[in-house]
């Protein structure tokens, strides 16, 4: 019994997320701060579960791993927001009036489906935008310093160069007739199963929810050590985009990490796009030097 309950946990806070957007009161869900406060509460929760739960003794949260993951959490709510929604979401609102494009169909869809229709389009992009990233070398610069993560906990999906978490927070959600609700539950979700995925926490799924929805075991594969074994399980959130398009492979990885499983500093992960230049310039300092002696 005790196992039944622990494989439902994730399922339950998807359906918890869902009933408290959908039935929760107006003045609650229409309020600014909502969806800042469901965020936090879920994370909060999940990182709680680490220290109860705990997956694998090696993953154990330290200082710096809690104060690194909380910088970039914060980076994602206010630095990497702003620019969405200034340079992405607001030109496409622009474009969409401009083109007078409506789909107000959306809005007489019940409430399940209009969240499973966000999900799955901002799921889709972000498969494909990171599938380029482990396929196409400039992306993987940008992506890499998620990789190079040594350990696996609930925040690390906001860890990462400031390039990369804008990229993969575009979407095409602004050109839809959406109820806000919706789009926030949706965005809800994505966090409470993006934090699961990475969460170092032991508390297996079932299966039909492993079929659908990534878990550790999925992304943990994705992040173990020869780069070869990462380009698989790209999903963020909905594992079964990999199983459509046979990027999805089975399995769980305890070590994690890129280039010897060295750990970068949020200075490091900030310039290794710019890593090959910085080495070129210095190659040839160095040139005119040797050649002189």
């Given at each position: ?71 970039y959490v914060v980076l994602g709510f206010t630095a990497i927001d702003f ?211």
């Amino acid at each position: 019994m005790k196992a039944i309950l622990s494989s439902l946990v994730q399922p339950a806070f998807i359906a918890v997320i869902i009933a408290f957007w959908w039935l929760a009161p107006p003045a609650w869900v229409n309020n600014p701060n909502a969806i800042l406060f469901a965020v936090i509460a879920t994370t909060a929760l999940i990182q709680a579960l680490e220290w109860v739960k705990e997956r694998h003794i090696g993953w154990r949260m330290t200082r710096q791993e809690f104060f690194t993951d909380v910088f970039y959490v914060v980076l994602g709510f206010t630095a990497i927001d702003f620019l969405t929604s200034h340079l992405a979401e607001d030109p496409l609102k622009a474009f969409k009036v401009a083109l007078g494009l409506g789909t107000p169909w959306i809005a007489h869809l019940p409430f399940v489906a209009q969240v499973a229709l966000v999900i799955f389009l901002v799921e889709f992009g972000q498969y494909w935008m990171h599938r380029g990233m482990h396929n196409f070398t400039p992306l993987w610069l940008v992506h890499a310093p998620h990789h190079h993560i040594t350990q696996l906990n609930t925040m690390k999906g906001a860890v990462g160069n400031p390039i990369e978490l804008f990229l993969i927070s575009l979407s095409v959600i602004a050109l839809l007739d959406v109820p806000l609700t919706a789009v926030l539950c949706a965005a809800n979700i994505g966090v409470a199963v993006s934090s699961f995925a990475h969460a170092n926490v032991r508390l297996d799924p079932p299966r039909w929810y492993a079929f659908v929805f990534t878990t550790i075991r999925h992304h943990s594969l994705h992040h173990s050590v020869p780069y070869e074994d990462t380009r698989c399980n790209y999903a963020n959130s909905l594992i079964v985009i990999d199983r459509m398009f046979g990027t999805f492979r089975n399995g769980e990885a305890e070590v994690v990490g890129q280039d010897e499983r060295k750990r970068l500093s949020i200075r490091e992960q900030w310039l290794f796009p710019a890593m090959p230049v910085i080495a070129m310039v210095k190659a040839r300092r160095v040139q005119p030097a040797a050649g002189s002696v």
